[in-house]
């Protein structure tokens, strides 16, 4: 079974940009079987879903991050990454990269998940 | 974008009861609805896709049904381990989630 593992700064400066990626294990990010997203939960909140890639690097983004949020795939490294830009506190969250065989998505799998706390 | 509402917020059974957890979607999605189980400091895990098909290794105790925009995820039997915040997702259109529903233990 694929595992995904977050990685990542915990500490993000205001409007400065979060990068995080994800790799994946037990399979190939190429595989033409899945969708790469990621997903984000505010500290005692909800779930937001931010966006996912084919291996191909088609990206699908929520149109309300879409002006500041980039996906990409490297699949030499068998990686995705997450690419936030201007964060504010807003941003704090715990970042999930999961993987899903749809389109629109839904997840089969989650990564543990990451805290990113913006803040100076 | 689809606002998906969950009811009740909280919901407190006891064990080995059944529990009945509700989702809303503000338009049709179909049958384009997952239900996820989330446990304190964990990642969400996919129950239900598809209104009714379970995923992979849950348990029978888990049932999904529903269409269009009324949605049901029914425990049978509660067990310890099933208390936790249960959240649906629609997938109709670029995904969205509902704000979830605590079962907590009676």
């Known amino acids: 079974q694929l595992q995904l593992q977050e990685s990542g700064p915990g500490l993000v400066r205001p409007s400065e940009t979060l990068s995080l990626t994800c790799t994946v294990s037990g399979g190939s990010i190429s595989s033409t079987t899945y969708y790469w997203g990621w997903i984000r939960q505010p500290p005692g909140k909800g779930l937001e879903w931010i966006g996912s890639?084919?291996?191909?690097?088609?990206?699908f983004y929520n149109p309300s991050l879409k002006s500041r949020v980039t996906i990409s795939v490297d699949t030499s490294k068998n990686q995705f990454s997450l690419k936030l830009s201007s964060v504010t506190a807003a941003d704090t969250a715990v970042y999930y990269c999961a993987y899903g065989r749809s389109l629109p998505p839904h997840f089969d799998s989650w990564g543990q998940g990451t805290l990113v706390t913006v803040s100076s | 974008e689809i606002v998906m509402t969950q009811f009740p917020a909280t919901l407190s059974v006891s064990p080995g009861e059944r529990a009945t957890l509700s989702c809303r979607a503000s338009?049709?999605?179909?049958?384009?609805l997952a239900w996820y189980q989330q446990k304190p400091g964990q990642a969400p895990r996919l129950l239900i896709y598809d209104a009714s098909t379970r995923a992979t290794g849950i348990p029978a105790r888990f049932s999904g049904s529903g269409s269009g925009t009324e949605f049901t995820l029914t425990i049978s039997s509660l067990q310890s381990e099933d208390f936790a915040v249960y959240y649906c997702q629609q997938y109709n259109n670029w995904p969205t989630f509902g704000q979830g529903t605590k079962l907590e233990i009676k």
């Open positions: 338009q049709s999605v179909v049958g384009n």
């Open positions: 890639v084919y291996y191909s690097g088609t990206t």
